[in-house]
Each structure stands twice: as C-alpha cells, then as structure tokens.
C-alpha cells in the first residue's frame, strides 16, 4: 500500500467483467456478462465500498460489457460517468492521452476497459522495473499517479497501491 497518499492523483483500472461467447451473431461489442461475470463484478464493487473507494469519474468504454460491469459495482450515485466509443479497443498510448484531456475536476478516475490496452496501461504507467500486468476479467489495479495533474501522465508516473481479483474476495 502506498502511504502519505492525501494529495495524490487515484486511478483505479478495471477490466470487465467475463462475457459470453454463446450468441456468434454479437458483434464482440454487444457481448453481455455471463453470471459469473455479474457476480465477480459485484465483488469488486463490494470491495469498493467496504474499502470506502468512490471514483470523482468514470470513464467506460461504450461495450456492453464494460457498462454492465460498472451496473454490477453497484457504485453510489453522483458520479459523473462517460461512456466513450474510442475507449473500445484503446491502446495504452490512447488511454494516456484520454485520460490528459480528463480534466482537473477529478481526484480518483475508475476506468473500465478491454485487454490488452488495460493491462498494458497498468504496466507502462507503473514505475516498478520488470513489473507486467495480465488483468484477468473483472481484474482491477489501483495505482496513485505521482504527477500533479491528469494532464501531465505519462509513462512511469504512478505507484502500484493494490491489485484486486474477484476470485480473492469472500
């Protein structure tokens, strides 16, 4: 865990939840969550507010998925949420340059999206040498960013707090 953390930039990075496969006429962004994915993401948001975890803003990609994974955290209302189609499929590079244009309003962003840009976002923002992420679904990383402003992320400007699996949590 990451102490002295009071005036830090919070950015807490999930994958969605597990999808079906079942229906071969879905396009891949209209998959749903099977059950297993509904209740590993209903985990996850337990965790966050046992934790007492309440992102300023979410940002999620416009998927089916993605949008019932953030319904199952089940999170309070208030947040400001956006869907965005360009976070389908984001690489990391765009993901960075996404989150630069978040603005300055928000002090913790949860951000709901697809491998590989996810995970590879959660290794190339991490300042451990050596350190690689493989999110599984339902998969969240929580890091704190070591810059003063969304604005100036980039590579290497974050500090790993926790990872959390669904599979983990009672």
Known sequence: MVEDVEDMLRLMLLRHA?????????????????????????????????????????????SV????????LRLDGGIETVFDDSLYRASASD???????????????????HNPGISDL?????????????LPTAGLVDL?????????????SAVLNHIVMPRNLV
Request: aromatic share 6%; hydrophobic share 35%; charged share 25%.
């Open 18 to 62: 597990k999808s079906t496969w079942d229906d071969p006429g879905l396009l891949d962004h209209d998959r749903p969550l099977t059950s297993r994915g509904r209740k590993a993401a209903t985990r996850i948001g337990d965790h966050l507010r046992k934790e007492g975890i309440q992102p300023d803003l979410v940002l999620c990609s416009s």
């Open 95 to 113: 993901m960075i340059r996404y989150l630069g244009r978040t603005g300055d309003g928000a002090l913790s962003v949860l951000m709901i999206g």
């Open 144 to 156: 704190y960013l070591t810059v003063p402003a969304w604005s100036d992320i980039q590579p290497d």
């Open 65 to 72: 998925r993605t949008r019932q994974t953030l319904e199952q």
């Open 122 to 134: 959660a290794t190339v923002l991490v300042v451990e040498p050596d350190q690689v992420f493989f």
